[in-house]
């Protein structure tokens, strides 16, 4: 009986659609699909990476022909994460990690910018108010400035 | 005009245990990707969630060794005053409540009836209706409803 190591194995990839690998073609077409939408006003959309069953070598593949974009955003909530824009426009690489450096959402946003890196109203006026306090600011009067606080 | 406990979101509350609002949002959307769920969800869950009165829970008690509450009464993160006052709202638990007899089921009554459609029931072990509800009979509940349960099942319930 042969041994384990004496028999052959020949790994079989998918067909291939110009030079890519299925599940890579599969999500650069569904890209083209979701960014046109976008593009003439529909909603954002988001694909998890983590939910397509892709290999290493294809998640390579993918990043090789998206690119890398002007953009970069890094996120420190929870543990950090890296927001960066691909080569095409409107395309973002998400990777959210925990505080341990763990990696728990991969996804790639088609959107103009990421909602999640939008301050809301809401924390916007708490800043206003933490602002205004820290002034010295009299709430009857904005305008007024107690300078000597600032001191 | 400083809100009372009770009348704090859960964002408002995450918010004071010093999660922001990002945070919350990668954590739901982390969730939804670790459930299979659409990535769109996540976010969805946080801005439904954030707005969200704490979810009132009916602890119910059957035929069980106490060992989970017994587990729950030393839990470290949370902790369990942190968790009944801060996470969520546990408005009857026969063991941790003050009230007893009439007052106790007056407040299974109330909570009930002031959140049937959003409640969590929360029952640990078995609830057997054998000897006619005498194993897990609950205040003055008739054999036919032995465990007390909610004239109406609550739609969610966790066992």
Known sequence: MSRLSEIAIRVERPARLGGLGGGVAAVLSELVGMLEKVAVGGESATIDLRSLPMSPEDRIALQTVLGQGEVHAALSAEGVSSLQETGVSGVWWVEHRDRQGDLVAELIEVTAFPKILEASSEEMADGARALRARLGMDHADPARIDHATLS | ?159
């Open chain 2, 1 to 159: 005009m400083q809100r009372s406990v009770d009348d704090l979101a859960v964002g408002d509350m995450l918010r004071r245990h010093g999660v922001s609002r990002r945070g919350f949002i990668k954590y739901c959307t982390a969730a939804a990707s670790a459930m299979a769920l659409p990535p769109w969800m996540g976010p969805a869950m946080a801005g439904q969630l954030r707005n969200a009165a704490r979810p009132s829970v009916i602890y119910l008690s059957f035929q069980e060794c106490t060992g989970c509450f017994e587990s729950f009464t030393r839990s470290f993160a949370p902790t369990m005053e942190s968790l009944i006052f801060n996470v969520i709202s546990l408005d009857y638990d026969d063991t941790l409540m003050a009230a007893a007899g009439d007052a106790a089921e007056s407040a299974l009554a109330r909570a009930m009836h002031d959140n049937l459609a959003n409640m969590c029931s929360l029952s640990t072990a078995r609830c057997r209706p054998a000897r006619e509800g005498a194993i897990a009979r609950r205040g003055e509940r008739a054999p036919s409803t032995p465990c007390a349960r909610p004239p109406k099942a609550p739609p969610r319930s966790f066992v």
